[in-house]
């Protein structure tokens, strides 16, 4: 297996992202970091080096997109990993949030990312090297959570994408990993990361029931810890063959059970019914 001593990250000013590049810094990594603010992520990490460059990105604009991926390639001579961490939650009811709401989610979370995907690929297909890490979420395969429909979206997306990446790539020596994790305490569920309805509607009572849980009580309370999330990612990096999927967290795991455990009992209520639909 090639050498993949350099890494991208977005997202990389806070919670899991800012955990992984501090990680990567301390184990003699090189890191690109990406955020939006580059105050915040230099405050995090600290200033421009021969190990580190800190980059102000807007995933939204793919011309500042592709030329930020350039200065990284230049800066260090290559990117090896690329970690689609960038993103934030939106909370609501599917009526309660307004078009314009739901694609800005949309834009971050999914199309920012694939922004990111086209503007690396022809370096690491050319290098015939590379590992590409998609952070979905478990939402992204469990959808069970009233008030996360949008964001949920977003993931289911991210998700589909990845897995035909992970195709897409293979010929040209490009590991994909999705990563799903479930709850871990970073502040993704702060001021900052996530969203509410600008509009709410009176009668979305379970709606309002889940957000007001994610806020107060599962907020700063989380049970998984970042630092082992990061550690994480970092081994399967060095593993050969990674396999596609990455659930991260018990929690994950049993929700993902849950989930295949619903189609499969799904399947079989209607198996009969739903598998007379051939030509005699």
């Known amino acids: 297996m090639r050498q993949r001593k350099t890494w991208l990250v977005t997202g990389a000013s806070k919670g899991i992202g800012l955990t992984l590049a501090k990680q990567l810094l301390s184990q003699g990594y090189n890191v690109a970091a990406t955020s939006r603010d580059i105050h915040s992520l230099e405050t995090a990490l600290g200033q421009k080096s021969r190990q580190l460059l800190p980059l102000a990105m807007d995933l939204t604009n793919e011309k500042d997109v592709a030329e930020k991926l350039q200065t990284a390639i230049s800066h260090f001579g290559t990117v090896d990993v690329v970690v689609n961490n960038a993103g934030y939650g939106l909370m609501g009811g599917l009526e309660e949030l307004t078009d314009t709401e739901g694609r800005a989610n949309f834009e ?5 990312m694939l922004n990111v995907i086209r503007n690396i690929l022809p370096h690491l297909r050319a290098n015939n090297n590379g590992h590409i890490f998609n952070i979905s979420s478990i939402g992204g395969f469990n959808g069970g959570f009233p008030a996360f429909g949008i964001y949920c979206a977003t993931k289911f997306a991210v998700s589909g994408l990845t897995e035909s990446l992970f195709h897409e790539v293979k010929p040209f020596g490009i590991e994909v990993t999705l990563v799903m994790p479930g709850y871990f305490r970073t502040n993704f569920l702060s001021e900052g990361s996530i969203v509410k309805p600008q509009t709410e509607i009176e009668a979305y009572q379970n709606v309002r029931a889940v957000q007001k849980s994610h806020l107060d009580e599962i907020n700063a309370n989380q049970p998984g810890n970042p630092e082992k999330a990061a550690a994480a990612l970092i081994a399967v ?36 019914l739903a598998t007379q639909t051939s030509f005699e």
Do not use: C, H, W
């Open 237 to 272: 990096a060095n593993m050969k063959n990674p396999s596609l999927n990455l659930f991260l967290g018990p929690d994950a795991y049993q929700l993902a059970k849950d989930k295949i455990a619903l189609i499969q009992a799904d399947m079989a209520t209607y198996e009969r």
């Open 108 to 112: 971050v979370n999914v199309f920012g």
